[in-house]
């Protein structure tokens, strides 16, 4: 049976990626194309503990590294559990967040370097490096004003809009780095307006 493909969405926290991914989750099942939808962190009982203890905002005193960490464990048993069975079927499997999102939040915003990123994600990047990433492309300035603040509940939203124009920064430079895969989507558009552009690439990309 062929072998199913990866699509991944990345951006800002607040840029819009939930409302793209119903969208388009809405979209394959209205079209009868086998897929799942999925999430990291979590996707699984096991990703789905480790989330909570990484966004919960209570774990303050969480270091740099042990957060890079847990991520790449709970990628691991994600793809394990979820995405791995889903591509052996021949499905896509729509992922909010996938690798970029460590290389983007702790490689760059928090100043581990790519090269320990990279490392510790080896085992994803080697073996499960998406066909395409769709980054909706909306700074962090716009994307928190049109969520209205961040979430008190989210270690991560809570880091600071320094912390965030990094994580921007990051995106940006991954997206030049690698422009087969990348594909950037305007995210100061309405839903409506980006659900056509997602369409647009994701077409131009064989995946549709």
Do not use: W
């Amino acid at each position: 049976m062929k072998r199913g493909k990866l699509i991944t969405f990345e951006g800002c926290d607040g840029c819009g990626k939930s409302t793209q991914l119903r969208l388009l989750s809405e979209y394959l099942t209205k079209n009868a194309v086998p897929h799942i939808f999925t999430r990291e962190p979590g996707g699984g009982k096991i990703s789905e503990a480790i989330r909570e203890i990484l966004l919960n905002g209570k774990n303050a005193e969480m270091t740099d590294e042990c957060e890079a960490l847990l991520y790449a464990a709970a990628r691991v048993q994600h793809l394990h559990d979820r995405v791995e069975p889903a591509l052996r079927d021949g499905k896509l499997v729509i992922c909010d967040r996938y690798v970029d999102s460590s290389l983007a939040y702790q490689a760059y915003a928090r100043g581990l370097g790519k090269d320990f990123v990279t490392k510790i994600n080896s085992f994803a990047l080697e073996h499960y490096l998406p066909d395409v990433t769709v980054f909706i492309d909306l700074t962090p300035e716009m994307a928190f004003a049109r969520k209205r603040g961040a979430d008190e509940n989210d270690r991560l939203e809570q880091a600071g809009m320094e912390f965030h124009r990094k994580v921007y920064a990051g995106y940006k430079a991954l997206a030049e780095s690698e422009p087969n895969r990348f594909v950037c989507v305007d995210g100061n558009q309405t839903p409506q307006e980006i659900f056509q552009n997602v369409l647009r690439v994701l077409r131009e990309r064989n995946c549709l």
